[in-house]
């Protein structure tokens, strides 16, 4: 069974640029969610999507969207990046929709901004 | 808010016991998990108390105490490969997990 992937894995963008990272949960699994991780602030809750509704939302400006499709395949997007969005975007899927459910994490996308 | 603490840094030798402790402050949850990361990886599941207690899973335990608002991750037989860091994080509804400050555990031979 795969696990979760996102792409791109690296990237580099310049300040003022837009950038779209994209996540495959595991198959099956109908929610998703993003978290931003830095050294600065840690593992920080972005969104989660589940049926292509989103769920939550972290305390991050409007300037990160997200979207989820009817495959469960989900997209953030973040624009006019600045500097300080320059880290690890992790994207993860859950099976279920109890707390307790596993949480899988896929491998990342390093956005680097310029 | 949620807050949790973790310290920043632990190192044991391997086949030696050790516990990584996280302190919160946080209105409400309903569990704290624990995850591995390796460098460059992505952060993987290690243990779940949804209650007071301890759960045991191979060389790894969690322990949580919700009156203390402690958990502790403890790794028995240490191994090299156990290098890594650890993040305890607390479920505040559906998925959403917010994450503890993180350890980074540094085992020697």
């Known amino acids: 069974k795969a696990g979760v992937t996102q792409t791109p894995r690296y990237l580099i963008k310049t300040r003022g640029q837009q950038v779209t990272l994209s996540c495959s949960p595991i198959s099956g699994h109908r929610s998703v969610s993003w978290y931003q991780q830095t050294p600065g602030q840690g593992l920080q809750f972005l969104f989660e999507?589940?049926?292509?509704?989103?769920?939550n939302k972290g305390n991050f400006p409007g300037r990160f969207s997200g979207r989820q499709f009817s495959n469960s395949r989900s997209e953030m997007n973040v624009s006019t990046l600045e500097l300080g969005d320059s880290a690890l975007y992790l994207c993860?899927?859950?099976?279920?929709?109890?707390?307790?459910?596993?949480?899988?994490f896929g491998e990342g996308s390093w956005l680097t901004v310029v | 808010g949620q807050s949790l603490e973790q310290p920043s840094e632990v190192t044991a030798v391997e086949g030696a016991i050790v516990q990584i402790n996280c302190t919160y402050q946080?209105?409400?949850?309903?569990?704290l998990s624990w995850y591995q990361q390796h460098d460059g990886g992505a952060p993987t599941f290690l243990s779940y108390n949804a209650l007071d207690g301890l759960e045991e899973t191979g060389r790894f335990s969690s322990f949580l105490s919700r009156s203390d608002s402690y958990g502790y991750l403890l790794l028995q037989e240490l191994q090299m490969k156990d290098s890594a860091s650890y993040f305890c994080a607390v479920n505040t509804g559906f998925q959403k997990l917010v994450f503890g400050t993180g350890t980074r555990l540094l085992v020697s031979p």
């Open positions: 993860a899927s859950s099976g279920g929709t109890e707390p307790g459910n596993t949480i899988y």
């Open positions: 999507y589940f049926s292509e509704t989103q769920r």
């Open positions: 946080t209105s409400g949850f309903y569990g």
